[in-house]
């Protein structure tokens, strides 16, 4: 069964740091891109950050280019992705995503950016 | 980016009565090899989305046939047959063809 776990959101002051952990399982992760999406009851849904499988190739939404950076590790089968220079508005519920279709998702990590 | 649209945003149905939801693109979604990469969510409350169909017109294992998914370009359809109470909540469209993926604004749909 295809499964995926995220961790790491919290409540963290602006300008400070969080790395979001997403643990797969039930499939051979690094055959598959993945993803990072944003909710937020304002915004909607939001395309964050994606990855290849081996980790070589990277993109990510113009609203946090050059402070979050999305990485895998294929041995431990986890997604990451480090945030630095938190803003009010990167507050969101965070989901990981599998593949190129978006067929799977984990059920999202809080991260709320609040002084 | 991307923008997409849906309508309407709010959709009350009646049980076993259809219902359909439109999503516009403002580019054409067709890829240069040839694909679409269309595809539609479901988001109940407090759960994540679900993903029920993908390419435009495939749906995924286990999503009842009562859903179906039809257009080209820009401009689809995701029509439900006959609403079940378990087809309450949030429906997006999003395109996968060009990055950043986008999603529509999602539509609400619930009971009369």
């Known amino acids: 069964e295809v499964q995926m776990v995220e961790s790491g959101g919290g409540l963290v002051q602006p300008g400070g740091s969080l790395r979001l952990s997403c643990a797969a399982s039930?499939?051979?992760?690094?055959?598959?891109?993945m993803h990072w999406v944003r909710q937020t009851s304002g915004k909607g849904l939001v395309w964050v950050s994606r990855?290849?499988?081996?980790?070589?190739?990277?993109s990510y939404a113009d609203s946090v280019k050059g402070r979050f950076t999305i990485s895998r590790d294929n041995v431990k089968n986890t997604l990451y992705l480090q945030m630095n220079g938190l803003r009010v508005e990167d507050t969101a519920v965070y989901y990981c995503?599998?593949?190129?279709?978006?067929?799977?998702w984990g059920q999202g990590t809080l991260v709320t950016v609040s002084s | 980016d991307v923008v997409m649209t849906q309508s309407p945003l709010s959709l009350p149905v009646t049980l076993g009565q259809p219902a359909s939801i439109s999503c516009r693109s403002s580019?054409?979604?067709?890829?240069?090899?040839?694909?679409?990469?269309l595809n539609w969510f479901h988001q109940r409350p407090g759960q994540s989305p679900r993903r029920l169909i993908y390419?435009?017109?495939n749906r995924d294992s286990g999503v009842p046939d009562r859903f179906s998914g039809s257009g080209s370009g820009t401009d689809f359809t995701l029509k439900i047959s006959r609403v079940e109470a378990e087809d309450v909540g949030v429906y997006y469209c999003?395109?996968?063809?060009?990055?950043?993926?986008?999603f529509g604004p999602g539509t609400k749909v619930d009971i009369k």
């Open positions: 390419k435009v017109s």
């Open positions: 995503a599998r593949g190129i279709g978006s067929d799977y």
């Open positions: 999003m395109q996968g063809t060009q990055w950043p993926f986008t």
């Open positions: 039930g499939f051979t992760f690094s055959n598959y891109w």
């Open positions: 990855i290849n499988g081996d980790g070589t190739s990277t």
């Open positions: 580019q054409s979604l067709v890829y240069r090899d040839g694909n679409t990469y």
